[in-house]
C-alpha cells in the first residue's frame, strides 16, 4: 500500500515552500501523481459612494489575485518539473480564497491531501478544520516552524478505539511501516474501549503488528491534566516527528463553542500530523 494521488493545497507563497517540500520529497519517494490545488479570491464587488461598483477596486484585486495564482502555479510547476515526478495544476475560484473549501472535488480524488498548519494569530492559511471535518480523506498537517519530513522515524499513534481513530490509522500505514518505531497512546482506557485497562492496545497492536510495524503501547491516566496536554508530553518524550490521531467530536457546534482535542492538536501541534475523520 502507497500513496498513488497526493493533493497539495497552496495558499500563499509563505506557506507553499514548506508544503511543497514535504509533498515533492513524498511524490519522488513513491512514484505518486502530484496535484496542485489553489483558490483564486474572487473580488466582493464593492460600491463606490454614488452606490454603482467600484470597478477599479474589482479590477485591482483581480489583476492582484491572478498575479498570486501565477507566482504560485510557477512555483509549482518548478519544484515538480524539477524533481521528474507526474504533476498537474488546478487553479480555482471562490470568494473565500480557500482551496480547502472550493476544491473538494479534486481533493477527495485524492490518496493523501497536504496542508499547512494555519496560522493562530493571523487566520491565513488553509482551513485545515473544515478540510478535515468535509474532505473524507486524511490530511497530512505540515507544522509551520521547524524541519519539514517526509518519512517519519518515530510516530505516536493516539488510539481511543473509535471509529475514527481506526481511519486514521490505516490511512497512515505507509508512513507506520516505513517508521523504525510507532508508539501507541491510550488515554483512560476505561472510559475509551470495549476492554479491560490492561489489554488496551493489544488489538490494534497485534494487527499493525502483521503489517511489519514495530509497535509499543503506553497506556496514562490523564487525571486533572488534559488529552492535548498528555499528547504534547509524550510527543516530546518520545522524540515522535509524526503524530496520527483521528478528528473525533460529539457535536460540531461543541467544538466550535468550546474547542476540543482536535482543534487544539491542529492549531498547537509542533510535528507533522496526520488525521482523518
Not at 514535504?22 to 502530484?34: I, K, M
Not at 476544491?103 to 499547512?116: E, F, K, N, T
Request: hydrophobic residues 40%; negative net charge.
Amino acid at each position: 500500500m502507497t500513496y498513488r494521488t497526493i493533493a497539495v493545497i497552496l495558499q500563499g507563497e509563505q506557506e507553499s515552500s514548506r508544503v511543497l517540500d514535504c509533498a515533492v520529497s513524498l511524490a519522488t519517494r513513491t512514484g505518486a501523481h502530484l496535484v496542485g490545488v489553489h483558490a483564486e479570491v474572487l473580488p466582493v464587488p464593492y460600491t463606490s459612494a454614488v452606490g454603482f461598483p467600484d470597478t477599479d477596486f474589482i479590477q485591482v484585486s483581480t489583476e492582484l489575485n491572478k498575479e498570486t495564482t501565477l507566482k504560485l502555479r510557477g512555483i509549482f510547476h518548478e519544484r515538480a518539473e524539477d524533481s521528474g515526478v507526474s504533476f498537474e495544476w488546478r487553479t480555482l475560484e471562490s470568494f473565500s480564497g480557500d482551496g480547502s473549501i472550493s476544491g473538494l472535488s479534486s481533493i477527495r480524488s485524492a490518496d493523501l491531501v497536504i496542508a499547512a498548519q494555519r496560522d493562530v494569530e493571523s487566520e491565513d492559511g488553509t482551513d485545515v478544520e473544515s478540510l478535515v471535518y468535509d474532505s473524507g480523506r486524511p490530511i497530512l498537517m505540515v507544522p509551520q516552524s521547524g524541519a519539514v519530513l517526509s518519512s517519519y522515524r518515530r510516530v505516536l499513534l493516539a488510539w481511543n478505539g473509535s471509529k475514527e481513530a481506526a481511519r486514521a490509522t490505516f490511512d497512515a500505514l505507509p508512513f507506520l511501516i516505513d517508521a523504525e518505531q510507532t508508539d501507541i497512546l491510550i488515554i483512560d482506557p476505561s472510559h475509551t474501549a470495549e476492554e479491560g485497562p490492561d489489554a488496551a492496545g493489544a488489538r490494534i497492536a497485534a494487527s499493525l503488528s502483521r503489517h511489519g510495524v514495530n509497535v509499543s503501547v503506553s497506556v496514562q491516566e490523564s487525571g486533572s491534566q488534559s488529552v492535548e496536554a498528555l499528547i504534547q508530553e509524550r510527543l516530546a518524550a518520545i522524540g515522535a516527528d509524526l503524530l496520527v490521531l483521528g478528528a473525533y467530536s460529539h457535536s460540531w457546534l461543541r467544538e466550535l463553542l468550546f474547542g476540543g482535542v482536535t482543534r487544539s492538536i491542529l492549531r498547537s501541534s509542533p510535528v507533522t500530523v496526520l488525521i482523518s475523520r
